[in-house]
């Protein structure tokens, strides 16, 4: 969910305000996901290198989380959402993890989409994590192979990512999910992410349906 910065300074309004305003993208989104079928959704909140912004704005991030849980969750449970966080709980606010837990306990049983909150999160945090539970549990070198490692990571429930789009046009991964995006399709675009709208999203969906996927075959 990348651009409400930028959204908020060509407005010449406070970074805080983009997002407020990108956070408003989320009921539309999830609700035209859910019309066409899409099963999982992942939506980066706040990457562990996030904490690296200034402390003002860390904490507006943290508030506006806490405010959107309490503003959203109980529609997104009428709704069958059933929300999950994945990054390291660690750090996070007791606020935050209170709120965390209350959501993925009211929404456990929903079954129509699954949203992915990632919180705290990075790719490689993610495999460092993995790796020292493979390690706690004193697996040996030949019982790991790619379907053991992959159970070790922060949901292994989630299927393979299909595609990943990438808002306010920027070419990189940000520490996204790496191991999960292998073989993922892209579609990016220069929309700020308080202006992604369903009609984009249903666009990007439609880009993808038409893609041969050969994963590595031919
Ligand atoms: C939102 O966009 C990303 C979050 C960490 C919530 P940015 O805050 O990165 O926006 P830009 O990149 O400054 O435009
Ligand atoms: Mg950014």
Avoid: C
């Avoid at 059933?82 to 996070?92: A, I, K, S, V």
């Avoid at 929903?110 to 460092?128: F, M, P, Q, T």
């Avoid at 991964?173 to 009609?199: M, R």
Wanted: net charge negative.
């Amino acid at each position: 969910m990348d651009g409400n910065g930028r959204w908020a300074e060509r407005r010449r309004l406070p970074r805080a305000a983009g997002h407020r305003a990108g956070v408003e993208v989320l009921t539309p989104l999830l609700e035209a996901a859910g019309r066409v079928g899409v099963r999982t959704l992942t939506l980066y909140a706040f990457s562990t290198e996030n904490w690296a912004r200034p402390e003002d704005e860390v904490d507006t991030l943290m508030s506006l989380f806490l405010e959107t849980a309490h503003a959203k969750v109980p529609d997104l449970n009428e709704r069958g959402a059933r929300l999950r966080f994945l990054g390291r709980r660690e750090y996070l606010p007791a606020s935050v993890l209170e709120a965390i837990q209350e959501a993925e306990e009211l929404t456990a049983h929903n079954d129509k989409l699954d949203v992915y909150v990632a919180l705290n999160y990075g790719g490689r945090s993610e495999i460092v994590d993995a790796v020292r539970r493979i390690v706690a549990d004193g697996l040996l070198p030949e019982d790991v192979d790619e379907a053991t490692f992959a159970r070790y990571l922060y949901a292994p429930e989630v299927p393979e990512v299909d595609l990943v789009i990438r808002t306010s046009g920027e070419l990189r991964v940000s520490n996204f999910l790496l191991w999960q995006i292998a073989y993922a399709e892209f579609y990016v675009t220069d929309t700020l992410w308080p202006d992604f709208s369903q009609e984009e999203f249903l666009q990007a969906i439609e880009s993808f349906a038409s893609r041969s996927r050969r994963r590595g075959g031919v």
